[in-house]
């Protein structure tokens, strides 16, 4: 049973425009939040992360909002890049991902079109 | 530059052959991890270690063995391969501790034939 879901394989954007990437999740005892950029051909690198003891993280022209209720985090990339053409991939964690049990969603492909 | 190194880049291997995936830190990063990497999977944990001298068991351990003799390298071998295990393996880093994101190596792209 996937504890973290990424329903939508890809997203499709104007360049400009708001990339919006959705991620759920079932366990209500996760209290991190990440989400990992990956190009192809590299590792995931680190974008951004929210502790459950908030709500909201913006760091530059990313934003990842929770909402707990709804076991509901998204992240927000304003304004699109082509270079923000990437897989994202949404993760979970209990404790902080402090022993090693980081769960992973299986990722959104993101095409920001010139 | 400061990371993570992973080798060899890729492999194919005939299956029944003992391979070790290679994993070198240069960040002095308490914990260390292997995933895997298969389509419409996303990425699955297979061991991981919080400290040099131990390991533990991730989501998909089986056919898989680790060790940790020191800080800087974490081995994955793979015994007996099969085409199952088929997949681009990461190797990852991190200070122990709560809310410590991962750092990634560039993967090794194994094939099972």
């Known amino acids: 049973d996937q504890q973290v879901k990424q329903n939508s394989p890809s997203l499709s954007v104007q360049e400009g425009r708001i990339s919006i990437l959705n991620c759920d999740y079932t366990?209500?005892?996760?209290?991190?939040f990440l989400w990992y950029k990956k190009y192809p051909a590299e590792g995931p690198t680190f974008l951004i992360s929210?502790?459950?003891?908030?709500d909201k993280n913006e760091d530059g022209r990313f934003t990842v909002f929770l909402n707990k209720s709804a076991k509901h985090l998204s992240l927000h990339i304003v304004p699109s890049q082509p270079g923000d053409s990437a897989v994202y991939f949404c993760?979970?964690?209990?404790?902080?991902?402090?022993?090693?049990?980081?769960?992973f969603g299986k990722g959104t492909k993101l095409s920001v079109k010139p | 530059i400061a990371g993570i190194t992973q080798a060899p880049t890729s492999q194919i291997l005939a299956a029944g052959r003992r391979m070790t995936l290679r994993c070198t830190q240069d960040?002095?990063?308490?914990?260390m991890y292997w995933y895997r990497q298969d389509l419409g999977l996303g990425l699955r944990l297979i061991h991981y270690?919080?400290?040099?001298?131990?390991?533990g068991k991730g989501e998909v351990p089986d056919g898989y063995s680790v060790s940790r003799a020191n800080t800087d390298d974490f081995p994955l071998t793979l015994a007996s391969a099969v085409p199952s295990q088929t997949s681009v393996y990461f190797c990852?880093?991190?200070?122990?501790?709560?809310?410590?994101?991962?750092?990634f190596g560039n993967g090794t792209r194994l094939t099972v034939t």
């Open positions: 366990n209500s005892m996760f209290d991190y």
């Open positions: 993760a979970a964690s209990v404790n902080g991902g402090s022993q090693g049990n980081l769960i």
């Open positions: 929210i502790s459950s003891i908030k």
């Open positions: 270690s919080n400290t040099a001298g131990t390991t």
């Open positions: 960040m002095r990063h308490n914990a």
């Open positions: 990852a880093s991190s200070p122990f501790g709560n809310n410590s994101p991962l750092h």
